[in-house]
């Protein structure tokens, strides 16, 4: 039995309380949900009940988080691991080994279990979680969502009392995430007690029957996960919707959903591709019982009016291989609309995002051509906002990394004054003079997002740009997304979140077919 | 079925295949070498050497990032002894082969711990490590730091598109030799916050794990392969070679 109890925490150097009072238990077999406004203090709760506290947190604890009678802080992270394990939002840091089935048998071996004994127990693991025929792939090239069954393969391989998840939704497609349910479900069902600490809600019905919802290190609201559903409630503490939309739900004024993608003629066609059989409903060319003849993409749910700017973005034969010859896309030919957001959907390793670095020349297509109104595709006129913030970000404050985007590094009143504009609209108008990197992992997302609109383009492309943002900043990016397109550049959005989807897009297409392969790597 | 655990039976990537074990010794035969060695003909023919060895274990890509990486170290480096040069004027009155020397043994240092960093797997290591009877307290620390190695190269391989992306596709060499002090701000001061973070994951991710300096792998080893026995020939000659170049050139020269 977990229990915590008024349990504060300040960080070292910090006036700030991020816990304070927190105070809740939890049953075995039980499982939470854990969520609340980005930097609320799910993750400062997550990392203390993972036994990080005094070793990695060097800030100042006040009450107690104990499992079964052993005090979280007493004893080490190790010895506290026997009993919790914690998977951080990127799982790929936490592997050691080369591939599945060793990292399951070395985490087996730092425990001391070893020989036949651990040989069963990685097997068992590997069957229950779907991964016996991935035990000898490298854990490197794994899809996100393998990457992370691989983690809890082998977290769970030592049979924890209390599982911790932080933001496992963030990089996942919603195909993987009903899997990952499926697996968490089971593994409730050896007795394990959940703590799942998210922002994407929907896909956790049914699996977390308790909620405890954190505002600024406090506990806010308790409740069931039924309480979800009062959406005044919800908007009060900034949270996403607990119900899925649904893709034919999505809104925009230019004939989503209409079928019928026509194969692309040279005027006026929006979408096409080779493995598409001519008039096939683009509905049915997307269905897992009718995949491409060439094993390249498909494209569905297009629409067939062309914005009032016109194109923007005109792909023709696109063909492109990696560098050892297996082909991703073999003759893919679509149109973006100035002035339109486009959602390019699918499951995880289908080419989405180097479809995204095609279009704005961020890779070279192995064949055919990109073209932004005539002129060929290049950083020049396209720009993309990557996943990771860390790397996008040098400036020395928040406001800085604005006006250098808006071609006016030095800055002018003028540019000042626009750079707090746009700094305003995504809610970090108070953090202007903060070195960027002091940002926390929401609010630098905001900001790359903010540096890329900032500047003028003809093609914009985001790589999920909302992966861990609460609902009152999902609302603002879609509201800002929707803004940048109304002045001009097309702006295609990759990502999985179908909640973006529903508040931005004109269109979505999405991206099915077999999965693409990296290079030298598994699925 | 087989045996999962073919953490016991596996054999090296890389084109070589080598054990870890060999790699290993590669390592430690490069550095010993290249401390002990200081005329920069003995230094510049292991360096040959052990090129030869990262080229037949390393991706010819990594390799060129490395070596990028490593010259533009290089360059801040002489650039920082030659500002020092005007408050110390000694140091500007030094040989032209005890500024070269210390580059030669960096290059001959990373040649050896590329193949070791990128294509063994670290649980090998630790088996390797603790068949050689190292201290825990040594091979933790170096596991993390192995572990460490990919992920530079994939944040510096990031980073540089991220500036290619912002600075509207400059990635060309002259731009950034034309500006040093931007580069060193949106590459560098990056990268180190990158280094810092990716260090304290990875370390915190080792004891969330329940890797600790007295975990023991266990693990039978493998016999030598030909490959293995071919490489460590190789280093021998490459000592011996180099060994000699020093009395004999390093001598004379010395006269």
Same mark, same amino acid.
């Given at each position: 039995m977990l229990k915590v109890e008024s349990l504060s925490y300040r960080h070292a150097h910090s006036d700030r309380q991020a816990l304070k009072d927190v105070s809740f238990g939890l049953a075995p077999g039980q499982s939470l949900l854990l969520t609340g406004r980005s930097g609320s203090g799910k993750s400062t709760l997550l990392a203390i009940l993972a036994g990080l506290y005094p070793h990695f947190l060097k800030g100042s604890l006040e009450g107690r988080a104990t499992l079964d009678g052993l005090e979280a802080g007493r004893g080490g992270v190790a010895e506290w691991?026997?009993?919790?394990?914690?998977?951080?939002?990127?799982?790929?840091?936490?592997?050691?080994?080369?591939?599945?089935?060793?990292?399951?048998?070395?985490?087996?071996?730092?425990?001391?279990?070893?020989?036949?004994?651990?040989?069963?127990?990685?097997?068992?693991?590997?069957?229950?979680?779907?991964?016996?025929?991935?035990?000898?792939?490298?854990?490197?090239?794994?899809?996100?969502?393998?990457?992370?069954?691989?983690?809890?393969?082998a977290f769970t391989s030592l049979r924890p009392k209390l599982l911790l998840l932080d933001e496992p939704s963030a990089n996942l497609d919603p195909s993987f995430l009903a899997d990952l349910k499926s697996v968490l479900k089971n593994l409730r069902k050896e007795g394990l007690s959940l703590i799942v600490a998210d922002h994407r809600l929907y896909w956790l019905e049914g699996l977390c029957e308790r909620l405890l919802v954190l505002e600024e290190g406090q506990v806010a609201f308790e409740g069931s996960f039924g309480d979800l559903a009062d959406g005044q409630r919800r908007h009060r503490l900034g949270l996403r919707s607990p119900e899925a939309p649904r893709p034919t739900e999505l809104p925009g004024p230019r004939g989503l959903n209409l079928p019928a993608a026509a194969p692309a003629g040279p005027e006026g066609h929006p979408v096409s591709e080779t493995g598409n059989p001519e008039g096939h409903p683009a509905s049915e060319a997307a269905s897992p019982e009718a995949p491409p003849a060439n094993g390249s993409l498909q494209a569905v749910q297009t629409a067939v009016t062309v914005g009032g700017n016109g194109w923007a973005v005109r792909v023709?034969?696109?063909?492109?291989?990696?560098?050892?010859?297996?082909?991703?896309?073999?003759?893919?030919?679509?149109?973006l609309a100035a002035g339109e957001v486009t959602a390019l959907t699918g499951p995880s390793g289908r080419g989405k995002t180097t479809l995204a670095r095609l279009l704005c020349g961020l890779e070279k297509p192995t064949q055919g051509r990109v073209t932004y109104q005539g002129k060929p595709a290049g950083l020049e006129l396209g720009q993309v906002v990557l996943q990771n913030a860390d790397h996008q970000l040098y400036m020395p404050t928040v406001l800085a990394e604005v006006t250098l985007s808006l071609g006016q590094g030095k800055g002018g009143k003028a540019v000042k004054a626009k750079a707090m504009e746009i700094l305003e609209a995504f809610g970090l108008a108070e953090l202007a003079d903060r070195h960027p990197q002091s940002l926390s992992g929401g609010e630098k997302q905001r900001l790359v997002v903010a540096v890329g609109l900032a500047r003028p383009t003809k093609l914009l492309a985001l790589d999920e740009p909302t992966s861990g943002l609460d609902g009152r900043n999902l609302s603002l990016m879609a509201a800002e997304i929707r803004k940048a397109a109304q002045a001009g550049p097309a702006v295609l959005v990759v990502t999985h979140d179908?909640?973006?989807?529903?508040?931005?897009?004109?269109?979505?297409?999405?991206?099915?077919?077999?999965?693409?392969?990296?290079?030298?790597?598994?699925? | 079925?087989?045996?999962?655990?073919?953490?016991?039976?596996?054999?090296?990537?890389?084109?070589?295949?080598?054990?870890?074990?060999?790699?290993?010794?590669?390592? =430690? /035969? +490069?550095?010993?070498?290249?401390?002990? !060695?200081?005329?920069?003909?003995?230094?510049?023919?292991?360096?040959?050497?052990? @090129?030869?060895? =990262? /080229? +037949?274990?390393?991706?010819?890509?990594? !390799?060129?990032?490395?070596?990028?990486?490593?010259?533009?170290?290089?360059?801040? @480096?002489?650039?920082? /002894?030659?500002?020092?040069?005007?408050?110390?004027?000694?140091?500007?009155?030094?040989?032209l082969s005890m500024a070269i020397s210390p580059f030669l043994r960096l290059a001959v240092t990373m040649n050896a711990i590329l193949p070791l960093a990128l294509n063994s797997r670290l649980t090998d290591l630790a088996m390797a490590l603790g068949r050689l009877h190292l201290p825990g307290l040594v091979r933790l620390p170096l596991m993390v730091t192995i572990r460490f190695i990919p992920t530079i190269l994939n944040d510096m391989i990031q980073l540089r598109e991220a500036v290619g992306i912002r600075f509207r596709g400059r990635k060309g060499f002259l731009f950034w030799l034309s500006h040093p002090f931007t580069w060193w701000?949106?590459?560098?001061?990056?990268?180190?916050?990158?280094?810092?973070?990716?260090?304290?994951?990875?370390?915190?991710?080792?004891?969330?794990?329940?890797?600790?300096?007295?975990?023991?792998?266990?693990?039978?080893p493998l016999p030598f392969s030909t490959h293995d026995r071919a490489t460590m020939l190789l280093a021998a000659l490459a000592m011996v070679l180099s060994g000699l170049a020093q009395i004999l050139v390093g001598a004379h020269a010395g006269r």
């Open positions: 691991g026997k009993g919790a394990r914690l998977m951080l939002q990127n799982p790929e840091a936490q592997f050691f080994a080369g591939t599945v089935g060793e990292e399951i048998l070395l985490t087996l071996r730092c425990r001391g279990v070893t020989g036949q004994e651990a040989d069963d127990i990685a097997k068992e693991r590997l069957g229950t979680l779907g991964l016996l025929a991935l035990r000898d792939h490298s854990v490197f090239k794994l899809s996100e969502g393998q990457k992370q069954k691989a983690v809890l393969a023709e034969n696109l063909r492109f291989s990696y560098p050892e010859g297996r082909e991703l896309f073999g003759g893919l030919s679509l149109s179908l909640e973006l989807v529903s508040l931005c897009a004109d269109r979505q297409l999405e991206l099915t077919g077999p999965m693409a392969l990296s290079p030298g790597g598994q699925p | 079925m087989r045996a999962l655990s073919r953490i016991d039976h596996y054999r090296g990537a890389g084109r070589l295949s080598l054990r870890a074990e060999t790699r290993l010794m590669m390592t =430690a /035969v +490069a550095s010993i070498s290249s401390l002990v !060695l200081s005329d920069p003909q003995a230094l510049a023919l292991l360096l040959s050497f052990s @090129a030869l060895y =990262a /080229v +037949a274990e390393t991706k010819p890509k990594t !390799l060129l990032i490395a070596y990028l990486f490593m010259a533009v170290m290089c360059s801040v @480096a002489l650039f920082c /002894v030659w500002l020092l040069g005007f408050v110390f004027p000694i140091i500007r009155e030094s040989s701000r949106v590459f560098f001061q990056p990268l180190i916050v990158r280094l810092i973070r990716s260090a304290d994951e990875l370390a915190m991710a080792a004891e969330l794990k329940g890797l600790e300096p007295n975990t023991e792998f266990g693990g039978s």
